[in-house]
């Protein structure tokens, strides 16, 4: 099993700016991806931003730019750092955790831009 607890969400002004992170534990195996999707209200949940522990990474065209997706291997921890953020990227943010035996989700942190 393996637990994801994130931190950092909460209200934000638009073009202000916001570092989510998210700790993994349990039975962690090295060859594993890690991100963050989001889900607003009335909508699909779409993926953010991914980090392979290869140290490739993927963002929504949506993002490029402004989030940056980085890793502590130490920590086993994940952070989004997002920037010039917009009304529109106001949604619960959700870490995952994709590795061998299944995909796990974190509880989710509110990310609210507005003014």
């Known amino acids: 099993q393996v637990q994801l607890v994130e931190s950092g969400g909460g209200l934000v002004q638009p073009g202000g700016s916001l570092r989510l992170s998210c700790a993994a534990s349990g039975t962690l195996f090295s060859i594993n991806t890690m991100g963050w999707s989001r889900q607003a209200p009335g909508k699909q949940r779409e993926l953010v931003a991914s980090s392979e522990n290869t140290g490739h990474t993927k963002y929504a065209d949506s993002v490029k730019g402004r989030f940056t997706i980085s890793r502590d291997a130490s920590k086993d921890t994940v952070y989004l750092q997002m920037n010039s953020l917009k009304p529109e990227d106001t949604a619960v943010y959700y870490c995952?955790?994709?590795?061998?035996?299944?995909?796990?989700w974190g509880q989710g942190t509110q990310v609210t831009v507005s003014s």
């Open positions: 995952f955790r994709q590795q061998d035996l299944g995909d796990y």
